[in-house]
């Protein structure tokens, strides 16, 4: 095995491992249920998901901290920190617990995802060119990020010293940066050392810097440092999908209120013959009236599949976003039983409809919703194959009765306009683009 990664949730994984498959490498992702085994080491990569993202910072650590001990214990010692290229989720805690397991005295984080417009300026993290704390992600109801100045976002949270290396070092070329890094790296005791990047070039000249690198560090970052530790090479396009009525359907499972996700729906249904199921988030949180709801969007949607490609969404309205933060207060809720219980009951939905129906494949969008789904289809993980559009990867299932699913997964704030329309074509396509 080259390389072991820990991501900290599904789509997160994924995201980062088709980085690695892309350059030929054989990558499996494996679901967080899944007990690691010797037989995994077989892989050139294995990215393990301690499904932490909505945990408190204590959790996480320890999550991390145990998958960490099992990975050294089996002998690994090439690892890379998988973080979001937003910020969610307790990310120093995290670092801290790997750090603690291997010894590393230095890390460089770089969460900079330039081909999914995530830049870092002067330590401040920007999405499509708007500081982070503007953005929606300061609202997501399980992660909120409302702090754009890394530096001290990461000082909050971890017991090391956090530095900056800025855009100014790395763009004097790859042998200033390298003595700038040798510079940061060398004092005594431990530390946390963020990188700026606001193009692809950026990140090639900071892993290129990092090779003359006496003192081995820990690699802490998105899917976009990722891909460069192993190249450039470009992945495949996929070909246009065969007409409907020749093929089994798709299903679509969007449990993400983002407004990109509103999107790409509309643009799916705008230019695909694909009907959509709106369910009822509020719901979920009453057993009786979850088990109608459930009921209702798995009869309605099997009779949908029938006829042809189907979306199972989450009502987007501003109205019901603010009736379930209103039921969080009233029921004493976390964030993270919030996003679970939503997650789970869309799970549910996702994988029941995936049991009764025969599909050429499925698109899950949401680390915790694909999470869910797959343990309901008792999978063990997914072995990585390609890209749909950057940072949204395809493979198939591995494990369970449903061996061999081509499944597409994504993050809610992830991909253009186009994302579902070209995960759909990738899937329809899935005999002569998803081998094994």
């Not at 089996?74 to 670092?95: H, Q, V, W, Y």
């Not at 698109?363 to 390609?386: P, Q």
């Not at 749909?388 to 081509?406: C, N, Q, R």
Request: proline residues 3%.
């Amino acid at each position: 095995m080259k390389l072991a990664v820990i991501a900290d949730d599904l789509t997160g994984a994924n995201d980062t491992g088709v980085q690695f498959a892309k350059k030929g490498l054989n990558t499996t992702v494996l679901f967080a249920h899944t007990q690691l085994q010797p037989s995994h080491f077989n892989e050139d990569v294995i990215v393990l998901n301690s499904d932490s993202r909505a945990l408190g910072a204590e959790q996480a650590y320890e999550a991390v901290y145990q998958l960490s001990r099992q990975l050294e214990n089996l002998g690994a010692g090439n690892i890379f920190k998988k973080i979001d290229s937003t910020m969610r989720g307790n990310i120093g805690p995290e670092i801290d617990a790997v750090m603690d397991v291997f010894n590393y005295t230095t890390s460089f984080v770089v969460p900079a995802f330039p081909k999914s417009n995530r830049t870092t300026v002067q330590g401040k993290h920007y999405v499509n060119g708007v500081l982070l704390e503007e953005t929606e992600i300061a609202h997501d109801p399980a992660c909120p990020v409302k702090e754009s100045y890394l530096p001290k976002l990461l000082q909050e949270q971890s017991k090391r010293e956090v530095q900056l290396i800025s855009i100014d070092d790395v763009k004097k070329g790859k042998n200033h940066l390298s003595q700038v890094m040798k510079n940061v790296s060398s004092g005594e005791g431990s530390n946390i050392i963020i990188v700026d990047a606001a193009a692809d070039e950026d990140l090639e000249i900071i892993v290129e810097a990092a090779e003359s690198l006496e003192k081995k560090a820990l690699w802490v970052g998105s899917a976009g440092i990722a891909y460069h530790l192993f190249g450039t090479d470009e992945s495949q396009e996929p070909e246009a999908a065969p007409q409907a009525g020749e093929r089994d359907p798709v299903l679509l499972v969007a449990g993400s209120v983002k407004s990109i996700t509103e999107d790409q729906i509309q643009y799916l249904k705008e230019t695909n013959h694909v009907a959509e199921i709106v369910l009822s988030p509020e719901e979920f949180f009453f057993a009786n009236k979850r088990k109608l709801e459930i009921e209702r969007i798995v009869k309605t949607g099997q009779e949908l599949l029938d006829k042809g490609d189907l979306v199972v969404s989450t009502d987007r309205r501003q109205e019901t976003i603010a009736k379930v933060k209103e039921l969080q207060q009233t029921l004493g809720l976390t964030n993270f039983e919030v996003g679970h219980t939503i997650a789970e009951a869309m799970g549910e939905i996702a994988g029941r409809l995936i049991e009764s129906r025969s599909i050429c494949g499925a698109v899950l969008t949401g680390g915790d919703i694909a999470g869910e789904a797959c343990k309901v289809l008792n999978g063990e993980g997914i072995r990585v194959i390609g890209e749909v559009e950057a940072g949204i990867p395809y493979g198939k299932l591995f494990g369970g009765s449903f061996d061999g699913l081509p499944l597409v997964t994504k993050a809610g704030a992830f991909g253009t306009e186009k994302a579902f329309a070209k995960a759909l074509q990738t899937l329809t396509q899935a005999d002569s683009h998803v081998k094994s």
